[in-house]
C-alpha cells in the first residue's frame, strides 16, 4: 500500500511538474538500547558511552543515528533487586544525531541519580 501511495504521488507530481522527495526509513538494525547505573556507567546494551554531566543528567551515545527514532527510558535496576521509586525523561541529544538525553528524577521531581534503562526504536 505504500508503495502504490508513493508512485500515485509521483505520477501526480509529474503531471503537475511539482518536484517531492521520499526519505527512506530508518533501518530497524538501527535500534538499541542501554541500562545505565546511577553513576553513568554502561552496565549493558548496544550503547556505546554514556556520560553523567550533572544530578540525574545522562548522555548516551550510539555508533549510529538515531535522531528519527523513538525514545523511552524508565528507572530501574542495573543489576538485581528493587530500584528506588523515580522518574525519568528522554529527548535527543540536539544536535548530536548520535546521542539521547535521559534526565532522572526522585518522587518529589527533583533531580537525582538513579540508574535506568533507555529503549531505543527506529
Partial sequence: M???IIFALAAVAAVSGVAFT???APRASASGFAVVDSSGT???GTAIGVS???DGFYIVN???AVKKCVFTATTGSATTGTPPAGFATVVGSGNDPDGVIVTTYDTTGAAADYS???NVRC
Avoid: N, Y
Wanted: proline residues 0%; glycine residues 6%; hydrophobic residues 45%.
Fill in 2 to 4: 505504500k508503495t502504490q
Fill in 62 to 64: 550510539f555508533d549510529h
Fill in 42 to 44: 554502561l552496565v549493558r
Fill in 116 to 118: 535506568f534503562h533507555l
Fill in 52 to 54: 553523567r554531566a550533572g
Fill in 22 to 24: 521520499v526519505e527512506a
